[in-house]
């Protein structure tokens, strides 16, 4: 059975047919953008008091970032089950490689916004004075190992490198994306870990965003973790 990570094999996809599911998938990730959006807006500006004039970078980052975990799990956890929901192995196929390709596109515009307002004003808790902290230099070197996993599957998804490069190495790169998975936990688990037992403080009582991606990343490892054991 060929390894079904981020992305799966070129063949299926290209055989699926284009009208199964093609304006639901869009609803989809407006669905999860909009949810995400309301999660982001109520946690930040109504209850922590976040001005309003942050929202087109400090809060649309959140909303990027989660929304960009969410597809990514989904992507892992669907390729890993049989859901009646699919038609048929290519429909399903296609869906993988859509979530993945929407998770990875997500998380690109997470990376460059969050480069733009990386300073100590926007994360007191990454600095010490102006240069960065241990949990700072560890958080954001597992976002850059994580963003170099999940580009392995991605650059495998363009139709000619399953011939180019073979079919093993091919599956090979599609396994990355579950390094991508562990490094991202790292990612958000360094900067995250010490509010996420802080229930009291948090605003409106709502689950930190970090703490949505740590559990929304464990599903599809969960699965990959029982697969091997079963
Ligand atoms: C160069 C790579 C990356 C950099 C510089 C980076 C930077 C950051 C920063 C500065 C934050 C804090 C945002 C905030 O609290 O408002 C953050 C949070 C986050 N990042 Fe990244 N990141 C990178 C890669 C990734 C990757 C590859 C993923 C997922 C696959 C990811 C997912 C997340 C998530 C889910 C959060 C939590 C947002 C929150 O708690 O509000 N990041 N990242």
Not at 14 to 21: E, L, N, R, W, Y
Not at 22 to 29: A, D, E, F, R, V
Not at 32 to 41: E, G, M
Not at 179 to 195: E, K, N, Q
Request: charged share 10%; proline share 5%.
């Amino acid at each position: 059975m060929l390894g079904r990570g981020l992305f799966i094999k070129v063949k299926d996809v290209m055989s699926a047919s284009t009208v199964h599911g093609g304006s639901s998938k869009n609803n989809l990730l407006w669905k999860v953008l909009i949810f995400f959006s309301l999660y982001a807006v109520l946690r930040y500006l109504v209850f922590k008091g976040v001005a309003l004039i942050h929202f087109p970078l400090y809060i649309v980052n959140k909303i990027l970032s989660i929304s960009g975990i969410f597809f990514l799990a989904l992507s892992y956890v669907t390729g890993k089950s049989i859901w009646p929901i699919f038609e048929d192995a290519p429909s399903r196929n296609q869906f993988v490689k859509y979530c993945g390709l929407a998770g990875f596109s997500l998380i690109a515009m997470h990376v460059f916004i969050s480069l733009i307002i990386l300073t100590p004003a926007y994360f007191p808790k990454f600095y010490q004075d102006d240069m960065m902290n241990l949990t700072g230099e560890v958080s954001m070197l597992m976002g850059v190992v994580s963003l170099y996993f999940f580009s392995i599957p991605a650059i495998t998804t363009i139709p000619f490198m399953q011939e180019a490069v073979g079919i093993q190495k091919w599956q090979k790169g599609q396994r990355m994306g579950y390094f991508g998975l562990v490094t991202s936990l790292l990612h958000v688990g360094a900067m995250g870990l010490d509010g996420w037992i802080k229930w009291q403080l948090w605003p409106g009582y709502m689950p930190p965003i970090s703490l949505l991606a740590a559990i929304l990343v464990c599903i599809p490892l969960y699965y990959k973790l029982a697969g091997k054991a079963s």
